[in-house]
């Protein structure tokens, strides 16, 4: 059937997206810090809206917009315009056997909707290993800010890139 929808995340969806979450760490490896607790990992203080992409009545993919908190990596090198809002995107995956239907794109298109809306210039960082998530972000217009470093605990430190979202129009 293949039918793909992206819409808000509501509370009832947690326990769905953690076990998709779980899922992309057996398979993918992130997030690179583990997954000891899922639900909470998707949830955040700072979070400004999330989204789900649900196949067939399964939740298959996720992604957050929060707003920056101390330690992000791409907020730190940004130097945002005066007046320029800025948030934070990330808690982005799709669950390996949804892959190729085009869900990590329309998740980042429900984020960007959602930030032009709201006037933010959207910053995240991603992993250097996961080339495929650099080449969507490079496709939808997403620029490289730098190199930078992901603390993924336990002193372990994982290189990273800093990347901006289009300009909003």
């Known amino acids: 059937m293949n039918n793909l929808t992206i819409r808000p995340r509501t509370n009832a969806d947690l326990p769905a997206a953690a076990?998709?979450?779980v899922n992309v760490h057996?398979?993918?490896g992130y997030p690179v810090e583990g997954v000891s607790d899922p639900e909470g990992?998707?949830?955040?203080?700072?979070?400004l809206t999330a989204f789900v992409a649900e196949l067939d009545g399964r939740i298959v993919g996720h992604v957050a917009i929060t707003r920056p908190q101390t330690g992000d990596a791409a907020a730190e090198l940004y130097h945002p315009a005066p007046g320029e809002s800025i948030g934070m995107l990330g808690r982005l995956f799709v669950v390996s056997d949804a892959r190729g239907l085009g869900a990590a794109r329309q998740l980042m298109e429900a984020a960007a909707n959602f930030a032009r809306e709201r006037h933010l210039r959207l910053l995240l960082?991603?992993?250097?290993?996961?080339q495929a998530a650099i080449r969507l972000y490079e496709r939808l217009?997403?620029?490289r800010l730098g190199a930078t470093e992901h603390d993924a605990g336990n002193g372990r430190v994982v290189p990273a890139l800093a990347m901006l979202s289009p300009a909003p129009v």
């Open 141 to 143: 217009g997403w620029t």
């Open 125 to 130: 960082d991603v992993m250097a290993k996961d």
């Open 41 to 47: 990992w998707l949830q955040s203080d700072a979070l």
């Open 19 to 21: 076990r998709a979450l």
């Open 26 to 28: 057996e398979t993918d």
